[in-house]
């Protein structure tokens, strides 16, 4: 009896943890749909302030709430006490958090008295117990993306405000001590208001939703919602102006770009005649380039370094590749737009050749730049025809067994080319040559020559001679379809796009 | 059973012993990085197109059965499939949402991925064959012996990538199929099949270490289209078949949690011990019963001699004493046969006294 019963305890033993726990311990796939984003989730953790948390964050939902609010025909005021005239606190139902308990009280307090009213009145109410609202792992996350204030968005809040600079744009006058607002010194927000408050500056953050949201408050346009301005999907939504008014802020149209004033004697490089005017279209803000602060580069950015190894050379300002701001890191990032991709997405990225210094500085002297301007039409870019006359078709054969050759429109190609590089200022500028236009292709051969066959470089593959240079099918194959790839063009799609299978059913591509 | 505690305790002691002497014969800790010259392949993810050109090439050259749909059939695509009995490699396509704009697409393409075998540099399989069915050969690919198989299937159960298969369909000399990285070709100087037939050249044959130079050339030369990584460079102590990718090798079906360390390292103290282990114990064991056995065998002795002692002592004793109580006995005997003499010759006397008188 008794070994009957051991016997069977055991077999539960092992069910238990042979089938039960590893099931247990299993955890459930994620959804793959990512569902539960929301722009307007804000994390409660005022409390940090005071010290580390004893409850996790408490995720809130701000849009959700001020639906509920409207409908009970309240306003902001329902949760935001008034802090001066017609400004409203961004905090809960304070105007300065005084100590831990106080602020806790502030939410447990009002925030469950108003989830237990709406819960008594029969309608579907937030959580009222502790767990509810303290969710350790919330399925809900943000999707909030910050705005951009771009030159068309600028352009219609121009409009909005009938010109008047000064509605929005003010800066500090030392000497005053208040805000003031200057014609024609207008700059960003976050120029002063940055990301984390500094002396008497509040975080951009804080400004950004003060202003905007009681601008668009007064005048019942605008998003007065988090999701109007941070949910992605709508930001897409918000109308773009055709063409955009330039923004006149008394900037130069041409100028010669060169060292500081106080470095001209020791500036060798030719100056770089720059259009001003043709940038501000291609750029989204002013901040793209001046993202500190709207002056010329070289007040803050000296020639050489100075005693402060951390300040950033000119040099440095406009040549680094990665960078946003710089000339060459934004040219760089044009490289790779699909029309440019074919040939530039194949190159190995962030070469400067000795070739492109010409390709800008290509100004007067430092000494004569500082003193005039470039002639407005001297820097439209030019386009020179080549003296090669390109073959029409080219016949690529005798590769392969199971495919006939490829007959390519080869200056068909070209042409296409060539009229996507019209299309584009930047393009022309730097390669406007159309003996440039063939090195896309048939790289490493000097420009304005016949360039040679590729079989004369590419051979047969995996040569420890020749490391780095693939055999003359993986040659064809990666240009042609490397190319059609990174311009996104589908039309090409399979094997037989380009050559017939000799006779029978050859592999195809998907 | 009724074995004592002590002795018990004693057996246990002696074993524990035994396994500490055993413990320190383990190999010292050695990285292997290939036999230098050594062939690998690199395959470059960001180039494959899917086309199977590959797999056609390896059906072809290992005269494995044509396949139930053809190898231009791209539907197969469509599913997951692993390496089976009849297909040393496949080519699985991966849609993955976050690739990289290596150039900015309308919408993420698909990623294709040859999954074979990778020739490991400390092969599992070989290890954990008993047979020495497996050999990773100087040039680099892992072989396969079948005249020595005896078809256990523990290479299946360690291989961290699950490629062997096994012909399970076969009554008589089954075997297990793998990639043999085209051993016989590229000893006669040729290119493995799949990486001849690839148009793209996503597949880089050479040695290990010129393959490897290739492939951090091009993620230099190309640091937004790839994953700053070789795959199979370290993982499970370096393969000799590499993978490039743009984007992270867990979304392509590479597990990304092997470390450097190699695959048998994990169970070769426990296999190193084996042979020590059925050499020593034994002898030890045996050593310690004969030692037991013999000591009670001396103690029975023992006991059975005094137990003899005893009763030699014991009889002689009893002889002793009969020898003296028959002594005693003669002894009275003979003085009442004189007591009797005498008191007969006193009578004899005594009457001859009467008589005479």
Same mark, same amino acid.
């Not at chain 1, 802020?249 to 130069?252: A, I, V, Y």
């Not at chain 2, 139930?68 to 469509?78: A, Y």
């Given at each position: 009896m008794m070994r009957q019963k051991m016997i069977v305890c055991f077999a539960l033993a092992a069910a238990v943890g042979l089938l039960i726990l590893p099931l247990a311990a299993c955890k459930p796939e994620p959804a793959a749909g990512k569902e539960g984003g929301r722009p307007d989730l804000i994390l409660i953790e005022g409390l940090s302030e005071f010290g580390p948390l004893e409850s996790a964050p408490v995720p809130f939902l701000h849009d959700l709430h001020a639906e509920l609010v409207q409908k009970e025909k309240r306003d902001c005021t329902a949760c935001h006490l008034e802090k001066a005239k017609g400004i409203l606190s961004q905090k809960y139902m304070r105007l300065e958090d005084t100590d831990r308990q106080a602020v806790m009280d502030v939410y447990h307090e009002n925030c469950l008295a108003c989830h237990k009213e709406t819960a008594r009145s029969g309608k579907p109410s937030g959580p009222v117990t502790c767990g509810e609202c303290h969710v350790k792992k919330p399925d809900v996350f943000s999707t909030r993306q910050p705005v951009v204030m771009d030159l068309s968005l600028h352009a219609r809040h121009i409009d909005a405000a009938d010109g008047k600079c000064d509605t929005c744009h003010h800066q500090y006058d030392e000497a005053q001590k208040k805000l003031v607002s200057v014609q024609g010194q207008e700059v960003s927000c976050r120029d002063c208001h940055g990301a984390v408050p500094a002396e008497n500056r509040t975080t951009f953050r804080f400004v950004a939703h003060e202003s905007c949201i009681a601008c668009h408050d007064e005048f019942g346009a605008g998003p007065r919602d988090c999701g109007g301005c941070h949910d992605p999907a709508r930001q897409k939504a918000i109308q773009k102006l055709e063409t955009v008014p330039r923004l006149a802020?008394?900037?130069?149209n041409q100028v010669y770009l060169t060292a500081a004033r106080e470095d001209i004697g020791k500036s060798r490089m030719p100056s770089v005649p720059f259009d001003h005017a043709a940038h501000e279209a291609a750029a989204p803000t002013c901040r793209t380039c001046h993202h500190q602060t709207l002056k010329a580069c070289t007040e803050c950015h000296p020639l050489n370094e100075q005693a402060e190894k951390s300040v950033v050379r000119l040099e440095r300002a406009m040549h680094a590749v990665q960078s946003s701001h710089s000339c060459v890191g934004c040219h760089e990032t044009a490289k790779f737009y699909p029309n440019c991709a074919g040939c530039h997405g194949l190159m190995e990225k962030g070469v400067l050749t000795a070739f492109a210094c010409t390709r800008c500085h290509s100004g007067p002297p430092p000494s004569e730049a500082a003193l005039r301007l470039p002639p407005a039409t001297s820097l439209e870019p030019q386009l020179e025809r080549s003296s090669l006359e390109a073959a029409e078709l080219v016949e690529i054969s005798g590769l392969s067994d199971k495919f006939e050759g490829v007959r390519f429109a080869h200056r068909r190609h070209i042409e296409k080319l060539e009229t996507l590089i019209a299309s584009s200022r930047l393009a022309v500028r730097f390669h406007g040559r159309q003996d440039l236009v063939c090195q896309g292709c048939h790289h490493h051969t000097p420009a304005g020559q016949t360039p040679p066959r590729c079989e004369s470089c590419h051979g047969t593959p995996f040569n420890e001679l020749n490391l780095f240079m693939p055999g003359i099918v993986g040659a064809y194959h990666r240009q042609c379809v490397g190319c059609h790839d990174q311009m996104g063009i589908t039309t090409v799609s399979s094997c037989t796009s380009c050559h017939d299978p000799k006779g029978g059913e050859g592999p195809s591509v998907p | 059973m009724g074995i004592s505690r002590r002795r018990f305790l004693h057996w246990m002691g002696a074993t524990g012993a035994g396994l500490a002497a055993v413990k320190k014969a383990q190999a010292a800790e050695k990285e292997f990085h290939g036999y230098p010259g050594s062939f690998a392949v690199l395959h470059d993810t960001t180039l494959c197109v899917g086309c199977r050109s590959c797999e056609a090439a390896c059906n072809s050259v290992n005269g494995l059965p044509p396949p =139930?749909?053809?190898?231009?059939?791209?539907?197969?695509? =469509?599913q997951k499939r692993r390496t089976d009995e009849k297909s040393f490699t496949v080519v699985n396509r991966y849609q993955v949402s976050n690739v990289p704009a290596a150039g900015p697409r309308a919408e993420p393409r698909a990623i294709f991925r040859k999954h074979q075998c990778n020739h490991c540099l400390e092969p599992a399989c070989a290890s954990a064959c008993f047979v020495r069915a497996f050999t990773k050969t100087p040039e680099g690919p892992v072989i396969y012996d079948p005249s020595v198989c005896v078809g256990c299937r523990y290479c299946l159960l360690a291989c961290p990538f699950n490629v062997p298969a096994y012909e399970y369909n076969k009554a008589l000399e089954p075997r297990v199929m793998k990639c043999t990285m085209c051993y016989p070709r590229i000893t006669k100087g040729l290119l493995p099949a799949c990486v001849e037939a690839c148009p793209m050249e996503a597949l880089t044959f050479g040695k290990r270490e010129d393959v490897l130079r290739i492939a951090r050339e091009r993620i230099r030369k190309h640091p937004d289209r790839y994953v700053d990584h070789i795959y199979g460079e370290t993982e499970v102590g370096g393969t000799s078949w590499l993978y490039l990718a743009g984007v992270p090798f867990q979304q392509l079906d590479l597990r990304e949690d092997y470390q450097i360390r190699p695959a048998p390292e994990f169970t070769s103290g426990a296999l190193g011990a084996v042979p020590m282990v059925i050499g020593l114990w034994p002898v030890l064991l045996i050593g310690l019963y004969a030692i037991n056995q013999r000591k009670e065998k001396i103690a029975q002795q023992e006991r059975e001699q005094a137990i003899q002692a005893v009763l030699a002592q014991a009889r002689a004793e009893a002889e002793r004493k009969a020898q003296e109580a028959a002594q005693k006995a003669a002894q009275e005997k003979q003085k009442a046969i004189d007591m009797a003499v005498k008191k007969a010759l006193e009578e004899a006397a005594k009457a001859k006294g009467k008589e005479g008188a």
């Open positions: 802020r008394g900037q130069p | =139930e749909k053809p190898f231009s059939d791209l539907s197969v695509l =469509e």
